[in-house]
Nanobody
């Protein structure tokens, strides 16, 4: 499997906004579901959002759905995650990945990736108060 490359993170004040990008240089993203995940210091990686392939159906973890927006631009071969009204709890390394399945279970998102998925470096988001 080929890794995806995340970018767009940085140090942002609480209440600000960021747009994270997910790109692939060696294959086309269009046929695939893409999920965004994050891993905060000392915590496990968690899924936050996912977008289906061509139909662009979106899924969100309940705790972020009012502030996060996922989108894709197949012409640019990229998937984006907009984060608005950033909070300290958004501080994490954010990753994107090809998803085998995305669904919601109640208010929670479930994003399944392939076993032993080759995670990329991620992009660091630090929210200062």
């Amino acid at each position: 499997q080929v890794q995806l490359v995340e970018s767009g993170g940085g140090l942002v004040q609480a209440g600000g906004s960021l747009t994270l990008s997910c790109a692939a240089s060696e294959f086309t993203l269009e046929p695939y579901m893409i999920g965004w995940f994050r891993q905060a210091p000392g915590k496990e990686r968690e899924g936050v959002s996912c977008i289906s392939s061509r139909a662009g159906i979106t899924y969100y973890e309940g705790s972020v759905k009012d502030r996060f927006a996922i989108s894709r631009d197949n012409a640019k071969n990229a998937v984006y995650l907009e984060i608005h009204n950033l909070k300290s709890e958004d501080t994490a390394v954010y990753y994107c990945a090809r998803a085998m399945e995305c669904r919601t279970r109640g208010t929670h998102i479930v994003i399944e990736t392939a076993p032993h998925y080759p995670w990329g470096q991620g992009t660091q988001v630090i929210v200062s108060s």
